[in-house]
């Protein structure tokens, strides 16, 4: 599994737009699939998007399709979650994992070690 690091989190007025970066320290080499969840307070950690680098066709839970874009860039060792007309309720701690074939995305449970750091995003006025 290729180790990840979250980045590009902070504050955000509603309407706005974030991009998040998730970086491969390692590079990414031939496929790779990505999964973002995020945990917003008070809530369960929830999946938001899958991608893979050789589609980068993504998949998005209904609560965020037509706002967020994921994208894989092989190029800069990256996938990238582009967070537009954001809303209150997008606040939260963002993740993302190595996930072959979007299995984490489609309900495989993910070991407590496989988590990173995340990265905040806070989304009010």
């Known amino acids: 599994q290729v180790q990840l690091v979250e980045s590009g989190g902070g504050w955000a007025q509603p309407g706005g737009s974030l991009r998040l970066s998730c970086t491969a320290s390692?590079?990414?080499?031939?496929?790779?699939?990505v999964t973002w969840f995020r945990q917003s307070p008070g809530k369960k950690r929830e999946r938001i998007s899958c991608v893979s680098s050789n589609t980068n066709r993504p998949v998005y839970v209904d609560s965020v399709k037509d706002r967020f874009f994921a994208f894989v860039d092989k190029n800069l060792n990256a996938a990238f979650l582009q967070m537009d007309k954001l809303q209150p309720d997008d606040t939260g701690v963002y993740y993302c994992?190595?996930?072959?074939?979007?299995?984490?995305?489609?309900?495989?449970?993910?070991?407590?070690?496989?988590w990173g750091q995340g990265t905040a995003v806070n989304v009010s006025s």
């Open positions: 390692g590079g990414i080499q031939g496929y790779i699939a």
């Open positions: 994992l190595d996930d072959p074939g979007c299995g984490y995305y489609q309900g495989t449970l993910v070991d407590d070690s496989a």
